[in-house]
């Protein structure tokens, strides 16, 4: 995969996932901090993590955007964000996501990354509208999506299992 899509802010870089980010994907997405809200999510073989870069390099490759791996100017991997298309009852959308390693929340980088990723998605795709798919009980999540710029959409998810927060 080329680095067409990578994006660079003041303190991270962004880039499309290849085979050398697997370890990185099963380190975050298997840690149980991660997935403090739906443990039952977290990833359990390296193969769940081969699997997901494989589909995440399918989005980039087939659409031209997807979900970016997050790092430091030094290289350390610190997380993941992005936008993919995907449909959202009957609407196309590009539905927004981000997972850090926990030793990197608080920092900020979510916040910078995520709005990197959607200045570009919007850039090329400015008809469709960004939206997160929350867990009602993730405050951090909704906080961060309300940084964001995104506003929860009353009634339009699945009552304790997601809120639909879209961006205005």
Partial sequence: MNDAHALRTPRLTLSVPSA?????????HSDARTYEHRPELAMKTRDE??????A??????EKQLGYYVV?????????????????EAGVEVLNLYYRFAP???????????????????R?????LPVVAIIDPTNEASIALALKLGL??????????????????
């Fill in 71 to 87: 790092s430091t100017l030094d290289g350390t991997t610190v997380g993941f964000t992005g936008v993919r298309h995907s449909e």
């Fill in 151 to 168: 506003r929860h959409v009353p009634g339009a998810g699945i009552p304790d299992d997601y809120e639909v927060y879209q961006l205005s």
């Fill in 103 to 121: 030793e990197s929340q608080g920092q900020g980088y979510a916040k910078e990354a995520a709005a990197a990723a959607i200045a570009s998605a």
């Fill in 20 to 28: 050398a980010d697997i370890d990185a994907i099963f380190a975050i």
């Fill in 123 to 127: 850039e090329r795709f400015p008809q």
């Fill in 49 to 54: 993590a081969v699997e997901l870069a494989r």
């Fill in 56 to 61: 995440w390099q399918e989005n980039w490759r």
